[in-house]
């Protein structure tokens, strides 16, 4: 893996993933599937640096009190795994390596926190648990359906990976919570993720019903993979994105749900955010929080992760 300059919360670096001693890795993953017409997307390849640099003026407060999560921010079982090397115009290459490197991950006993990208890089993450012991739920928070077969004879692209995900048998359910507005979708494509069996839950709904309700649709003894797209915030907590929704989950919809998971979780992947459009940085400060929120929530009540997958 390439070395970051520095690390996610001043985490220890260990980029030789056979060596991973640790129960939560982050990992860059700056590079997808390209479509042919790159687009405003293309400066998502900046976020795992970005993240990075503004989660430095967190890093000070380890050991100190978290008020969202009621306890200290240790983070003291989380290790910096870097970058995915990476091509712009390399799909097949960048869904390799990034496959290659999760499941090393995953193989060294550690739960992987993967910072995009665009979201076309959960495909390849998802597709290195396959062979696990126990299937996987995504819970995606996204404002779009991310279901199209294909776009511009791309299908591994940014527009496609819920579609993906729906035909890996290691995948047992899929929730999408935040959905609004207009992308991409057609009505064949909502008509299909229903079919797939998705439980699709628009902003609104979740508004309406709550973060609790939600939680309840989570099995109990399911293991979760975070699929987080950053235009599933409203633009209000979280700008920095190329495709703007109004009417987006609150930051405290967003930290109740993550918070929620708690040993749950099987991994993340944080997407589509654009640095380039950030205001302040505030988008790189909340996407800091939210990593770090759901990395000390997947910690057990005896202060260690939850390591109950099997990886034959």
């Known amino acids: 893996m390439n070395k970051p300059e520095v690390s996610f919360l001043g985490a220890p670096v260990e980029t030789d993933l056979t060596k991973l001693d640790a129960r939560i890795a982050i990992l860059?993953?700056?590079?997808?599937?390209?479509?042919?017409?790159?687009?405003?997307?293309a400066g998502c390849a900046d976020a795992p640096a970005a993240v990075r640099r503004r989660s430095q003026r967190l890093s000070r407060f380890r050991g100190n009190w978290d008020f969202d999560l009621d306890r200290p921010m240790d983070l003291s079982l989380m290790v910096d795994a870097g970058d995915v090397p990476g091509d712009a115009t390399d799909g097949p290459g960048n869904s390799r390596r990034t496959t290659d490197a999760v499941r090393a991950i995953l193989e060294g006993g550690a739960v992987p926190i993967c910072i995009g990208g665009d979201d076309s890089v959960p495909i390849p993450i998802l597709r290195a648990y396959e062979g696990a012991g126990r299937p996987i739920t995504i819970l995606q928070i996204d404002a779009h359906l991310d279901f199209r077969d294909e776009m511009d004879g791309v299908r591994d692209g940014y527009s496609s990976p819920m579609r993906r995900a729906s035909e890996m048998a290691h995948v047992e359910r899929i929730i999408q919570v935040g959905l609004r507005g207009v992308g991409s979708a057609?009505?064949?494509?909502?008509?299909?993720?229903?079919?797939?069996?998705?439980?699709?839950?628009?902003?609104?709904?979740?508004?309406?019903?709550?973060?609790?309700?939600?939680?309840?649709?989570?099995?109990?003894?399911?293991?979760?993979?975070?699929?987080?797209?950053?235009?599933?915030?409203?633009?209000?907590?979280?700008?920095?994105?190329?495709?703007?929704?109004?009417?987006?989950?609150?930051?405290?919809?967003?930290?109740?749900?993550?918070?929620?998971?708690?040993?749950?979780?099987?991994?993340?992947?944080f997407t589509e955010f654009v640095p380039a459009l950030d205001v302040h940085d505030l988008s790189a400060l909340v996407l800091s929080r939210m990593i770090s929120i759901l990395s000390e929530s997947a910690r057990s009540p005896t202060g260690q992760v939850k390591r109950d997958l099997t990886w034959g």
């Open 186 to 269: 057609r009505a064949s494509d909502v008509e299909d993720a229903r079919a797939a069996g998705n439980l699709l839950v628009t902003a609104r709904e979740l508004r309406e019903l709550g973060v609790p309700w939600l939680l309840e649709q989570v099995a109990q003894d399911a293991s979760v993979f975070v699929a987080f797209d950053g235009d599933g915030l409203d633009p209000s907590v979280f700008p920095a994105v190329s495709a703007l929704t109004p009417g987006g989950l609150a930051y405290a919809e967003a930290r109740d749900l993550l918070a929620g998971i708690g040993p749950r979780l099987a991994g993340a992947a």
């Open 28 to 41: 860059g993953v700056p590079h997808g599937w390209p479509y042919p017409r790159a687009g405003s997307t």
